[in-house]
T-cell receptor, first 116, second 112 residues
Framework: NAGVMQNPRHLVRRRGQEARLRCSPMKGHSHVYWYRQLPEEGLKFMVY????????ESGMPKERFSAEFPKEGPSILRIQQVVRGDSAAYFC??????????????FGPGTRLTVL | GESVGLHLPTLSVQEGDNSIINCAYSNSASDYFIWYKQESGKGPQFIIDIRSNMDKRQGQRVTVLLNKTVKHLSLQIAATQPGDSAVYFCAEKRGATNKLIFGTGTLLAVQP
C-alpha cells in the first residue's frame, strides 16, 4: 500500500508564475490536509478537504492560494503569482475519515517550492 | 490564542542514554496530542499520541506524558539510537476539526 504521494518533490518558479502542487492520498483515504513549513519552523495548517468539498480553509492566505480535491484525481494546491515569501516546504497529509476522535494523519514527503 | 511551543530547540544526547523532549501548550480545550518525528528532507512521521483524558501512554521505546495542570507534554525515548536523530514536533488537535497545530520543533542529535 503506497503512502501519500506528492509531486513534484522540488519546484522552482520565478516571481509572478504559478505553482501547482499535487497530492495523492493513501488508498482508501478521503480526507486531505495541506500544511506549509518555513525553514526551521513547525508545520502550519492551511486547508482541509474531502472529496469535492473544502471543510476548513482557516489557514489559507486570502489571496493567490486555492485548493481542490476533485472526485477523480489528486488534490491540488495552487499558488498564483508566487512571491519569494511563498518559498517553503508544502506537506500533504491524508486520513481515512473524520469523527470527533483523532484519526491519524499520514504525511507525504513534501514539495519544496523555491521562488527566485 | 493558538500556541504549542517547545522549551529546547536542540537536544544532544549520547547513544544509549534516555532522551526527554518537552512541549508546552496553551489551550486546555485540546483533546489529542501527537508527537511526530521528521528526518531531514522527509515528511513528519507519527510516533505516538495521547488523549487529553490520559496521563501516560507507552509505545515501543517511547513514552508520552501529559500534565494538564501545567499544560505540559513530554516525549521520552529510551536507549536513544543514532537513528533517532531528527526533529521532533508536538502537535495538538482541538475540537470539531481534524487539523493539527504544531509546535516549533526540537532537534535531537544523538552522539555515537
Amino acid at each position: 500500500n503506497a503512502g501519500v504521494m506528492q509531486n513534484p518533490r522540488h519546484l522552482v518558479r520565478r516571481r509572478g508564475q504559478e505553482a501547482r502542487l499535487r497530492c495523492s492520498p493513501m488508498k482508501g483515504h478521503s480526507h486531505v490536509y495541506w500544511y506549509r513549513q518555513l525553514p526551521e519552523e513547525g508545520l502550519k495548517f492551511m486547508v482541509y478537504l474531502q472529496k469535492e468539498n473544502i471543510i476548513d480553509e482557516s489557514g489559507m492566505p486570502k489571496e493567490r492560494f486555492s485548493a481542490e480535491f476533485p472526485k477523480e484525481g489528486p488534490s491540488i494546491l495552487r499558488i498564483q503569482q508566487v512571491v519569494r515569501g511563498d518559498s517553503a516546504a508544502y506537506f500533504c497529509a491524508s486520513s481515512t475519515t473524520w469523527d470527533y476522535e483523532y484519526n491519524e494523519q499520514f504525511f507525504g514527503p513534501g514539495t519544496r517550492l523555491t521562488v527566485l | 490564542g493558538e500556541s504549542v511551543g517547545l522549551h529546547l530547540p536542540t537536544l544532544s544526547v549520547q547513544e544509549g542514554d534516555n532522551s526527554i523532549i518537552n512541549c508546552a501548550y496553551s489551550n486546555s480545550a485540546s483533546d489529542y496530542f501527537i508527537w511526530y518525528k521528521q528526518e531531514s528532507g522527509k515528511g513528519p512521521q507519527f510516533i505516538i499520541d495521547i488523549r487529553s483524558n490520559m496521563d501516560k501512554r507507552q509505545g515501543q521505546r517511547v513514552t508520552v506524558l501529559l500534565n494538564k495542570t501545567v499544560k505540559h507534554l513530554s516525549l521520552q525515548i529510551a536507549a536513544t539510537q543514532p537513528g533517532d536523530s531528527a526533529v521532533y514536533f508536538c502537535a495538538e488537535k482541538r475540537g470539531a476539526t481534524n487539523k493539527l497545530i504544531f509546535g516549533t520543533g526540537t532537534l535531537l542529535a544523538v552522539q555515537p
